[in-house]
């Protein structure tokens, strides 16, 4: 019965397999390759590329995008405990009080290090 049960553990894998590998090869035998220069370009989009690819972008622009994915991240983690809040009780609640100090604690220290200024 044992041997049984590991019978359709394998038919499962190899159908996955399978299901997976089959579209890439029949993909892979069909498609047509017809290399032409345009094809090399580094853009396809029928303008030829000049100047370099290579551009400088300022350090705000990261720790703003950081910043802002910080806070984000802090919904993600209040929305579901707001939903369940009555029924956690009073030492959720403190668990989250500390959880928002330390959120807010990161936030006056990018904003006493000007990561939120643009000027």
Known sequence: MLLLDWLYV??????????????????????????YPQKRLT???GVVPFGQAWAQFNVRYYLFS????IFDVE?????????????LGKFAFVEMLIFLVILLVGLAYA?????????
């Open 75 to 87: 919904v993600i983690y209040l929305y579901p405990w707001a939903i369940v809040f009555q029924a």
């Open 111 to 119: 904003w006493r290090k000007g990561a939120l200024e643009w000027a």
């Open 66 to 69: 950081l910043v802002f994915v």
């Open 10 to 35: 394998g038919v499962f894998a190899v159908v996955g397999l399978a299901m997976a590998a089959l579209p890439l090869a029949i993909v892979w035998a069909l498609a047509p390759r017809f290399p």
């Open 43 to 45: 853009y396809e989009s």
